[in-house]
């Protein structure tokens, strides 16, 4: 297949939902804008005029500004305790002040003292000055600091898909959660393409506004108008994908986002890796199949807190937690090794301080673990930690950034064996095991469960101080919904029989290794455990 | 009529005076020159007058009321100001321009335009070649003379021009001098003339005030100011115009 084959082949499966999220995106980047022009301009003008407010004023909305995007949507989510599109739009319009404001104080510090004075001696009230004289001048400013705000506001918006708000970053969430660069780069390039098709849009409003003080002739007027509709433009042509594809339904789940499970609805929420979407997905279409239950996908969450942030508040009702993850991470209470301890341990503390439900637990250990290259430790006759640990100081680690920060992570192994590795590098879970075998790196924090750990002819090592905690993964409901739905529980247990360490593995291998779609991945393996008849409806929707 | 009562003003809280105790009288119909170098306070008067700066001290009366009682709008929609920096609106047509005045009392866009264009036959520019033009279109003196159309838009009683021909050539501004004693002669407003040229300002004025470091110096007619200088310092400025002339003779 040639190059141009495969992209519109990429294309054409994903053709719906690419109408879908770049009309979610134009919806975020726009929405966000236009509110924050509106709250912008007026602090500018305040700004302008009072001096004494300018400082603290920039200053503020400065510091917006250096937030971190996804510190920035986390924190918003612990907030307003909801993920999806309100506290993505929230976070993109507080980074869309600074050039607005920005922008608008230059714009009217720049108006020459003449032209004021001129507005005044003709007999301008305030308001008059601002409204004839000062906005129109500065408005070219004005609209140079919104182009700013806009394009930059594209690029953030691609990672509002880590709370749930869709978006271009879904298919890049997505294509790093599973490993499928096809997908990162149908989010990617649509994303830069809209970048510059905003950038070039407000440019033509600059052109536009600029040439009605110049352009005489009815052709150039025309050109003129037109150019001003452009930005207007981009915006419809958002809706129209966003409502044809949707029917606002998003829109409205966001709004309305009433009490948990409302109307006999399941909303499932998974982490933005292939073992969390696979297992969320087997529940999704057993409870599809066997319940009169209504399911939502809310998948792609990017990350344990906010995924626990959103099953606590509400806005999902059920997930595919790990119980070490929930002792150290969430509950932060000292490691232990005892699977049963753990397990009765979160069950009991989850039930008294969250109102959450431990269902039984699936027989899988997706444990921390340290991957090394086979062959590197056949060489250097590694087989345990305390081996590895003695030659750390030569050694380059890559982690995930939740391992680096966790206490069960490497704060807590490097105490217990005493290591410090010589290098320490950031990776996406999606990419340290190409980059351990590829000899990027020379040790990774491994899930146990990995598909890639045999393809790629890695090793894991032998945990010989007991240090990381059992990881079982376990489904984690609010107990207002179970205790509505008492069938949902009884659905999800025979998963627990069918699973095991091995049988996962192999099931992300075929998602992570041979591009297969999770769907299709989930509904196989249900069938085939006859947990599923033949034919449901859920092959109906099953390929997206 | 304006009459300024012991005025003062001082632009830092007292520590230096733009200006030092002036009283002054301007007649009804009169066209008043300031006259005086730059930093003298003549502008400074100007804007008093207009209320864009209120005084230090002393009182201001405008028509027999104190300048307080009038609303700041009131007081400068009777008082077209002609600006030295011209001050046209640059995102403003001409049409709109003039206008202005007349759009900041709700008068409606079709007697608005009609009031321009007579105006700006008043001072001479063909409407139909300009009504729709934009300020930076226009030459240096083209820009003053719309900028004299917009001060009288409002039908103000006074008329404030503080150099509205400083930065023309000499030509451009001989013929603007004249189309200001035609429009003095046509209209018969109250003129508050502001120059730093001796002979515009004994070509234009009725009465002249001579400004010097923030004081007054001397307030008469041409004929008293050549026959009775007051000071040393008005003596020096009106023989300079004439050992102008003799050295130009010389040259010759």
Same mark, same amino acid.
């Given at each position: 297949?040639?190059?141009?084959?495969?992209?519109?082949? *990429?294309?054409?499966?994903?053709?719906?939902?690419?109408?879908?999220?770049?009309?979610?995106?134009?919806?975020?980047?726009?929405?966000?804008?236009?509110?924050?022009?509106?709250?912008?301009?007026?602090?500018?003008?305040?700004?302008?005029?009072?001096?004494?407010?300018?400082?603290?004023?920039?200053?503020?909305?400065?510091?917006?500004?250096?937030?971190?995007?996804?510190?920035?949507?986390?924190?918003?989510?612990?907030?307003?305790?909801?993920?999806?599109?309100?506290?993505?739009?929230?976070?993109?319009?507080?980074?869309?002040?600074?050039?607005?404001?920005?922008?608008?104080?230059?714009?009217?510090?720049?108006?020459?003292?003449?032209?004021?004075?001129?507005?005044?001696?003709?007999?301008?009230?305030?308001?008059?000055?601002?409204?004839?004289?000062?906005?129109?001048?500065?408005?070219?400013?004005?609209?140079?600091?919104?182009?700013?705000?806009? =394009?930059?506001?594209?690029?953030?918006?691609?990672?509002?898909?880590?709370?749930?708000?869709?978006?271009?970053?879904?298919?890049?969430?997505?294509?790093?959660?599973?490993?499928?660069?096809?997908?990162?780069?149908?989010?990617?390039?649509?994303?830069?393409?809209?970048?510059?098709?905003?950038?070039?849009?407000?440019?033509?409003?600059?052109?536009?506004?600029?040439?009605?003080?110049?352009?005489?002739?009815?052709?150039?007027?025309?050109?003129?108008?037109?150019?001003?509709?452009?930005?207007?433009?981009?915006?419809?042509?958002?809706?129209?994908?966003?409502?044809?594809?949707?029917?606002?339904?998003?829109?409205?789940?966001?709004?309305?986002?009433?009490?948990?499970?409302?109307?006999?609805?399941?909303?499932?929420?998974?982490?933005?890796?292939?073992?969390?979407?696979?297992?969320?997905?087997?529940?999704?279409?057993?409870?599809?199949?066997?319940?009169?239950?209504?399911?939502?996908?809310?998948?792609?969450?990017?990350?344990?807190?906010?995924?626990?942030?959103?099953?606590?508040?509400?806005?999902?009702?059920?997930?595919?937690?790990?119980?070490?993850?929930?002792?150290?991470?969430?509950?932060?209470?000292?490691?232990?090794?005892?699977?049963?301890?753990?397990?009765?341990?979160?069950?009991?503390?989850?039930?008294?301080?969250?109102?959450? *439900?431990?269902?039984?637990?699936?027989?899988?250990?997706?444990?921390?673990?340290?991957? =090394?290259?086979?062959?590197?430790?056949?060489?250097?006759?590694?087989?345990?930690?305390?081996?590895?640990?003695?030659?750390?100081?030569?050694?380059?680690?890559?982690?995930?950034?939740?391992?680096?920060?966790?206490?069960?992570?490497?704060?807590?192994?490097?105490?217990?064996?005493?290591?410090?590795?010589?290098?320490?590098?950031?990776?996406?879970?999606?990419?340290?095991?190409?980059?351990?075998?590829?000899?990027?790196?020379?040790?990774?924090?491994?899930?146990?469960?990995?598909?890639?750990?045999?393809?790629?002819?890695?090793?894991?090592?032998?945990?010989?101080?007991?240090?990381?905690?059992?990881?079982?993964?376990?489904?984690?409901?609010?107990?207002?919904?179970?205790?509505?739905?008492?069938?949902?529980?009884?659905?999800?247990?025979?998963?627990?029989?069918?699973?095991?360490?091995?049988?996962?593995?192999?099931?992300?291998?075929?998602?992570?290794?041979?591009?297969?779609?999770?769907?299709?991945? $989930?509904?196989?393996?249900?069938?085939?455990?006859?947990?599923?008849? $033949?034919?449901?409806?859920?092959?109906?929707?099953?390929?997206? | 009529?304006?009459?300024?009562?012991?005025?003062?003003?001082?632009?830092?809280?007292?520590?230096?005076?733009?200006?030092?105790?002036?009283?002054?009288?301007?007649?009804?119909?009169?066209?008043?020159?300031?006259?005086?170098?730059?930093?003298?306070?003549?502008?400074?008067?100007?804007?008093?007058?207009?209320?864009?700066?209120?005084?230090?001290?002393?009182?201001?009366?405008?028509?027999?009321?104190?300048?307080?009682?009038?609303?700041?709008?009131?007081?400068?929609?009777?008082?077209?100001?002609?600006?030295?920096?011209?001050?046209?609106?640059?995102?403003?047509?001409?049409?709109?321009?003039?206008?202005?005045?007349?759009?900041?009392?709700?008068?409606?866009?079709?007697?608005?335009?009609?009031?321009?264009?007579?105006?700006?036959?008043?001072?001479?520019?063909?409407?139909?070649?300009?009504?729709?033009?934009?300020?930076?279109?226009?030459?240096?003196?083209?820009?003053?003379?719309?900028?004299?159309?917009?001060?009288?838009?409002?039908?103000?009683?006074? /008329?404030?021009?503080?150099?509205?021909?400083?930065?023309?050539?000499?030509?451009?501004?001989?013929?603007?001098?004249?189309?200001?004693?035609?429009?003095?002669?046509? /209209?018969?407003?109250?003129?508050?003339?502001?120059?730093?040229?001796?002979?515009?300002?004994?070509?234009?004025?009725?009465?002249?005030?001579?400004?010097?470091?923030?004081?007054?110096?001397?307030?008469?007619?041409?004929?008293? /100011?050549?026959?009775?200088?007051?000071?040393?310092?008005?003596?020096?400025?009106?023989?300079?115009? /004439?050992?102008?002339?003799?050295?130009?003779?010389?040259?010759?």
């Amino acid at each position: 297949m040639s190059g141009l084959d495969h992209v519109l082949a *990429v294309i054409e499966a994903n053709g719906v939902e690419l109408w879908l999220r770049t009309g979610q995106h134009i919806m975020l980047t726009g929405v966000s804008t236009l509110i924050a022009i509106c709250i912008g301009i007026p602090l500018g003008v305040f700004a302008a005029k009072h001096a004494r407010a300018e400082r603290p004023l920039l200053a503020g909305v400065g510091i917006l500004q250096t937030v971190p995007s996804l510190a920035m949507l986390a924190l918003l989510l612990a907030m307003l305790q909801q993920i999806g599109a309100l506290p993505a739009i929230i976070a993109l319009t507080l980074y869309a002040l600074l050039p607005i404001v920005r922008n608008t104080v230059t714009g009217l510090r720049g108006i020459a003292p003449d032209i004021r004075e001129a507005a005044r001696g003709v007999g301008m009230t305030a308001a008059q000055q601002l409204r004839l004289v000062e906005l129109p001048l500065a408005l070219p400013v004005i609209v140079a600091g919104v182009r700013t705000a806009a =394009v930059v506001g594209v690029g953030i918006a691609t990672l509002s898909a880590f709370i749930g708000a869709g978006g271009l970053g879904q298919f890049i969430n997505r294509g790093l959660a599973l490993s499928n660069t096809d997908l990162i780069l149908l989010g990617a390039i649509p994303s830069a393409l809209l970048a510059l098709a905003v950038d070039g849009a407000i440019a033509a409003f600059q052109w536009g506004i600029e040439s009605r003080r110049r352009v005489r002739e009815p052709a150039g007027i025309w050109a003129a108008r037109m150019a001003t509709v452009l930005p207007a433009l981009i915006l419809v042509i958002g809706a129209i994908a966003f409502w044809s594809t949707t029917g606002g339904g998003s829109v409205r789940r966001a709004a309305e986002h009433g009490g948990p499970g409302a109307g006999g609805t399941v909303r499932i929420g998974a982490k933005n890796f292939t073992e969390n979407l696979l297992l969320a997905e087997m529940i999704a279409q057993l409870l599809e199949a066997r319940t009169d239950l209504r399911i939502e996908r809310r998948y792609g969450l990017g990350g344990t807190m906010i995924a626990h942030n959103a099953l606590r508040d509400g806005a999902i009702d059920l997930y595919v937690e790990y119980t070490g993850t929930a002792l150290t991470a969430i509950l932060r209470a000292p490691s232990m090794s005892d699977p049963e301890a753990v397990y009765d341990h979160v069950s009991e503390a989850y039930a008294e301080r969250f109102d959450l *439900v431990w269902l039984t637990p699936f027989r899988i250990n997706n444990a921390y673990a340290l991957a =090394v290259r086979r062959a590197m430790a056949r060489e250097r006759a590694w087989t345990t930690i305390s081996d590895l640990a003695r030659e750390a100081k030569s050694l380059r680690a890559g982690f995930t950034p939740e391992f680096s920060e966790r206490p069960d992570g490497y704060p807590g192994l490097a105490a217990v064996y005493g290591l410090a590795f010589g290098r320490v590098y950031d990776l996406e879970a999606a990419l340290m095991y190409r980059a351990l075998a590829e000899g990027e790196v020379d040790v990774i924090s491994a899930y146990a469960t990995d598909g890639r750990i045999e393809a790629l002819q890695l090793l894991l090592l032998d945990d010989d101080r007991h240090f990381f905690p059992p990881y079982f993964a376990v489904p984690v409901v609010r107990a207002g919904l179970l205790a509505r739905h008492p069938e949902i529980g009884t659905v999800i247990a025979p998963l627990s029989n069918s699973l095991d360490d091995k049988i996962m593995r192999a099931l992300n291998w075929a998602v992570d290794g041979e591009k297969r779609n999770p769907r299709k991945v $989930a509904t196989e393996f249900l069938r085939a455990k006859k947990l599923l008849p $033949a034919v449901t409806e859920s092959t109906l929707h099953g390929a997206p | 009529m304006i009459v300024l009562d012991h005025v003062s003003k001082s632009f830092d809280g007292g520590s230096s005076f733009a200006l030092h105790d002036v009283s002054l009288t301007i007649e009804q119909g009169e066209t008043f020159v300031l006259l005086g170098s730059s930093g003298s306070g003549k502008t400074t008067i100007l804007r008093l007058i207009s209320r864009l700066i209120e005084p230090t001290a002393g009182t201001i009366a405008v028509d027999g009321r104190d300048l307080r009682d009038y609303t700041e709008i009131a007081l400068r929609r009777n008082m077209g100001y002609v600006f030295q920096g011209i001050g046209l609106f640059p995102h403003m047509t001409v049409a709109d321009n003039v206008a202005v005045g007349l759009r900041l009392v709700g008068e409606p866009a079709p007697q608005r335009e009609a009031k321009a264009r007579a105006l700006l036959e008043l001072v001479e520019l063909e409407p139909d070649a300009f009504v729709h033009r934009f300020p930076g279109e226009l030459s240096g003196g083209q820009q003053q003379r719309v900028a004299v159309a917009r001060a009288l838009a409002t039908d103000p009683d006074y /008329l404030l021009m503080d150099e509205p021909f400083g930065a023309l050539d000499a030509l451009t501004r001989e013929s603007l001098q004249a189309e200001v004693l035609r429009l003095k002669a046509k /209209l018969g407003k109250t003129i508050v003339f502001v120059t730093h040229d001796i002979v515009e300002a004994f070509l234009l004025g009725d009465r002249i005030g001579v400004c010097n470091e923030g004081r007054l110096e001397q307030v008469g007619t041409r004929r008293e /100011l050549l026959r009775q200088p007051a000071t040393d310092f008005v003596r020096a400025l009106i023989a300079r115009p /004439l050992q102008q002339l003799q050295a130009f003779q010389e040259l010759q």
